[in-house]
Each structure stands twice: as structure tokens, then as C-alpha cells.
Antibody
Framework: EVQLVESGGGLVQPGGSLRLSCAASGFTFSNAWMSWVRQAPGKGLEWVGRIKSKTDGGTTDYAAPVKGRFTISRDDSENTLSLQMNSLKTEDTAVYYC?????????????WGQGALVTVSS | QTVVTQEPSFSVSPGGTVTLTCGLSSGSVSTTYYPSWYQQTPGQAPRTLIYSTNTRSSGVPDRFSGSILGNKAALTITGAQADDESDYYCVLYLGGGIWVFGGGTKLTVL
């Protein structure tokens, strides 16, 4: 069974940094493309960014609102996905979901974690 | 900036059929955008329903179907049930590693 478990959420001041982790199990993590999707309180889903498998180049892409501030990385030895968030703004307050991505000719978010809440407030 | 449009809300009677749509602020949605659909109930993570326009995800009942209708992607629920009352989101792949979600449709079954 695929499991994605996010951790590291919490309260941070504007301008601060936070690192989220996603522990993956039940599939071959090193072969998987992974993504982060967020949801502000009472709002809709917003794609944050994606990282390809190292076999496919390990490249990252980001949504415009987070580009240059957020960094997605992966540790295939630990089956862990990370999201480093810097220069946080109040509008980054959201539940952050870790997802698997089926790429190539499918391009969708297959499995979802339960989410981690990040609150940016003074 | 590309905006993906969805109806903010919709209602359907139990046993009825409803079609939710997913459009683009400029242009038409086609299969090349790989439209996918997700269901979310309050406090829960999203659940994948449909991908690549019309392929049901594992375990999704066949009363859910996806298609292209005119210039939009569409999610049709046939024989709606009370537990279909949820928020529904579509997402389009724009290419270049970029996805955009629609604003979501709140479906009421009453």
C-alpha cells in the first residue's frame, strides 16, 4: 500500500524558513516523480512544484508564486521528499500535500498524503 | 496568466446526473492538456478520480466518467449518491512541467 506521510509543518513568522518532509513507502520511490500541492484555508488546490526521478534527470519545476523561494529535493536512500520554504509570506499559509506524479503521457497526481499545515503569521 | 475555470457550485438530486466542466480563460481544453479530476471532502486529502481525460483511477465507481465536451473537459456523475457531495477539482497540464488547478466546484446532493 502506498503511504505518503508529511511532517515538519508549524507556525513561522513572515520572512522565515521551514522545511517539510514526506516519507514515502509502498512503492519504488527512486523511480517516482513527486510533487507538492497546497491548499490555503477555505480555498482550492494549488500546484506548488514537481521533481522528476533521477533517472529522468531529477529536474524541478515550480509554480510562479513560489519560484525562487521554494526548493524541492529528494533523498532516494531515505525514500524522502523535501520542500524547503524560504522568505515565507502570509499567503503561503496552507496545508501542503505530498503527491506521486505519473508523468510522460499521463501527467496527473496519483497518490496523496494527508497533508501538513504551515501557518505564516507574526 | 492561464486561468482554469470551474463552476463554483452545482446541485443534483439523488439518482440524478450532473456534469461539471473545466475550461480555460483563453482557448479550448483538449486531451493534450491531460485533464484530471479530484474529489475532496472537508478535512480530507483529495482523492484521484479521473486522469488523462477519461480514465478512472483504481477503485473509482463507473458512475464517474470524464470526457471533452465542446471546448471544456467534463466530469459526469451518473446516479448521484449522497456521499458524492464533495468539492471537485480539475487540473490541466500546460506543458513544461507546469500544472494549473481550477478553483473547484462544490457539489450538493439534495
Amino acid at each position: 500500500e502506498v503511504q505518503l506521510v508529511e511532517s515538519g509543518g508549524g507556525l513561522v513568522q513572515p520572512g522565515g524558513s521551514l522545511r517539510l518532509s514526506c516519507a514515502a513507502s509502498g512503492f519504488t520511490f527512486s523511480n517516482a516523480w513527486m510533487s507538492w500541492v497546497r491548499q490555503a484555508p477555505g480555498k482550492g488546490l494549488e500546484w506548488v512544484g514537481r521533481i522528476k526521478s533521477k533517472t529522468d534527470g531529477g529536474t524541478t519545476d515550480y509554480a510562479a508564486p513560489v519560484k525562487g523561494r521554494f526548493t524541492i529535493s529528494r533523498d532516494d536512500s531515505e525514500n524522502t521528499l523535501s520542500l524547503q520554504m524560504n522568505s515565507l509570506k502570509t499567503e503561503d499559509t496552507a496545508v501542503y500535500y505530498c503527491t506521486t506524479v505519473r508523468g510522460s503521457n499521463l501527467q496527473y497526481f496519483q497518490h496523496w498524503g494527508q497533508g501538513a499545515l504551515v501557518t505564516v503569521s507574526s | 496568466q492561464t486561468v482554469v475555470t470551474q463552476e463554483p457550485s452545482f446541485s443534483v438530486s439523488p439518482g440524478g446526473t450532473v456534469t461539471l466542466t473545466c475550461g480555460l480563460s483563453s482557448g479550448s481544453v483538449s486531451t493534450t492538456y491531460y485533464p484530471s479530476w479530484y474529489q475532496q471532502t472537508p478535512g480530507q486529502a483529495p482523492r484521484t478520480l479521473i486522469y488523462s481525460t477519461n480514465t478512472r483511477s483504481s477503485g473509482v465507481p463507473d458512475r464517474f466518467s470524464g470526457s471533452i465536451l465542446g471546448n471544456k473537459a467534463a466530469l459526469t456523475i451518473t446516479g448521484a449518491q449522497a456521499d458524492d457531495e464533495s468539492d471537485y477539482y480539475c487540473v490541466l497540464y500546460l506543458g513544461g512541467g507546469i500544472w494549473v488547478f481550477g478553483g473547484g466546484t462544490k457539489l450538493t446532493v439534495l
